[in-house]
T-cell receptor, first 115, second 113 residues
Framework: DTGVSQNPRHKITKRGQNVTFRCDPISEHNRLYWYRQTLGQGPEFLTYFQNEAQLEKSRLLSDRFSAERPKGSFSTLEIQRTEQGDSAMYLC?????????????FGPGTRLTVT | EDQVTQSPEALRLQEGESSSLNCSYTVSGLRGLFWYRQDPGKGPEFLFTLYSAGEEKEKERLKATLTKKESFLHITAPKPEDSATYLCAVQAGYSGGYNKLIFGAGTRLAVHP
């Protein structure tokens, strides 16, 4: 299967700890997105990469959040000093710049629980 | 402000009972409207992209339509395996807007035998 993969699938951490999530996009996709989804809501945009460049960040992405995409391949999302309000599903998606359509393909997500 | 509203929030159907889900949107220059299916604990699964008013797309028991203000997802003779949350999202056509999807809160569909 060559879909988007995310690791870990679940993460439980104590408030104040740092966590890091990884996303591997579909291999030929040069665009990568991070979203956050809370219970009963649709995904909310966090940030966007084209190749290795981070081109857009949402207001939701506070200074405790940082994302990287070294060499334009996999991406990591780090949350420092986690808070209970960070508990959510973190979704990664990818798309192809060369495609005539604009759909984004999502990974299975990482469920974060902050206790 | 770009916005997507989905209705109803939840829908319960009997197997074989056809119905429609609504997605109303406000966006500056629609680039695309997307429908996704999401099962509990999983990421959204892409279903359809619609680009312009009057466009329709079909897949098995699902048919998506688009007008200038809303989109409908019609479900014909649903089966229990169609139970899921259906998400609608838009992509704006202005610079900085087409780098993200703006989602509605979804419609939770339950199909009972």
């Amino acid at each position: 299967d060559t879909g988007v993969s995310q690791n870990p699938r679940h993460k439980i951490t104590k408030r104040g700890q740092n966590v890091t999530f990884r996303c591997d996009p579909i291999s030929e996709h040069n665009r990568l997105y991070w979203y956050r989804q809370t219970l009963g809501q649709g995904p909310e945009f966090l940030t966007y990469f084209q190749n290795e460049a981070q081109l857009e960040k949402s207001r939701l992405l506070s200074d405790r959040f940082s994302a990287e995409r070294p060499k334009g391949s996999f991406s990591t999302l780090e949350i420092q000093r986690t808070e209970q309000g960070d508990s959510a599903m973190y979704l990664c998606a990818s798309s192809s710049q060369g495609s005539v359509s604009y759909e984004q393909y999502f990974g299975p997500g990482t469920r974060l629980t902050v206790t | 402000e770009d916005q997507v509203t989905q209705s109803p929030e939840a829908l319960r159907l009997q197997e074989g009972e056809s119905s429609s889900l609504n997605c109303s949107y406000t966006v500056s220059g629609l680039r695309g409207l997307f429908w996704y299916r999401q099962d509990p604990g999983k990421g959204p699964e892409f279903l359809f992209t619609l680009y312009s008013a009057g466009e329709e797309k079909e897949k098995e028991r699902l048919k998506a339509t688009l007008t200038k203000k809303e989109s409908f997802l019609h479900i014909t003779a649903p089966k229990p395996e169609d139970s899921a949350t259906y998400l609608c999202a838009v992509q704006a056509g202005y610079s900085g807007g087409y780098n993200k999807l703006i989602f509605g809160a979804g419609t939770r569909l339950a199909v009972h035998p």
